[in-house]
C-alpha cells in the first residue's frame, strides 16, 4: 500500500476513528493523541498486512491498542465527559447512557451500532469471539433500556 492510498483510506475512516478513540479515552485531546500515535504505528507496520480488505479492522484494531496504552499511562487524569458524541444527536440521552457504559459493554455498542461493524468484523478487532460481542451487545441493550427508562422517569 503507498502513502496516497494509506492517505485516502484514513481520510474516509477519520470520523470513525476519532468516535472510537474518544469513546475509550474520553477525552478529545487524549483521543487525537492516540488517533496519531495509531496512524504513525499503522503507517510504520502497514506491510505487515497481509489482506488490505481488513485495513479498517487492522487499523481500528491498533488504535483501540493506542487507546488502552494511553488510559493506562495516565489512568487518573481522563475526563468524564456529559455524553458521547452519536450519529443520534438529537438523542443526547442516549449518548449519555452509552458513555455510562463499562468499557467491555461500550466498546461494541459503539463499533456494531453507531460504526456500523458486522459482529464479526466487532468480534476481531477486540479479539472476542462472535458469540461474546453477542453477548455483550445483549447486556449491554439491556443496561441502556434501563438507563433511559430511569431518566424519562426523572424527566416526568
Known amino acids: 500500500m503507498n502513502e496516497r492510498e494509506f492517505s485516502n483510506r484514513v481520510r474516509s475512516m477519520r470520523d470513525r476513528l476519532w468516535r ?4 475509550i479515552v474520553r477525552s478529545a485531546a487524549d483521543a ?22 481488513l485495513f479498517e479492522t487492522w ?4 488504535l483501540i491498542n493506542e487507546c488502552r496504552r494511553l488510559i ?3 489512568p487518573d487524569t481522563a ?11 438529537e438523542n443526547p440521552g442516549l449518548g449519555k447512557a452509552i458513555g455510562s457504559l463499562k468499557m467491555d459493554l461500550r466498546l461494541p ?27 455483550r451487545l445483549m447486556r449491554a441493550r439491556k ?9 424519562a422517569a426523572q424527566d416526568e
Open 20 to 23: 472510537v478513540s474518544f469513546s
Open 32 to 53: 487525537e493523541d492516540a488517533m496519531q500515535e495509531a496512524l504513525l504505528r499503522a503507517w510504520r507496520n502497514v506491510d505487515s498486512l497481509r489482506d488490505k480488505s
Open 59 to 62: 487499523l481500528t484494531r491498533i
Open 72 to 74: 493506562r499511562k495516565k
Open 79 to 89: 475526563e468524564i465527559p456529559e455524553s458521547l458524541p452519536t450519529p443520534e444527536a
Open 109 to 135: 455498542v459503539i463499533l456494531y451500532y453507531i460504526e456500523g461493524y458486522s459482529v464479526k468484523e466487532t468480534a476481531g478487532i477486540m479479539r472476542i469471539t462472535q458469540s461474546s460481542v453477542k453477548s
Open 143 to 151: 443496561k441502556l433500556e434501563e438507563a433511559l427508562k430511569k431518566e
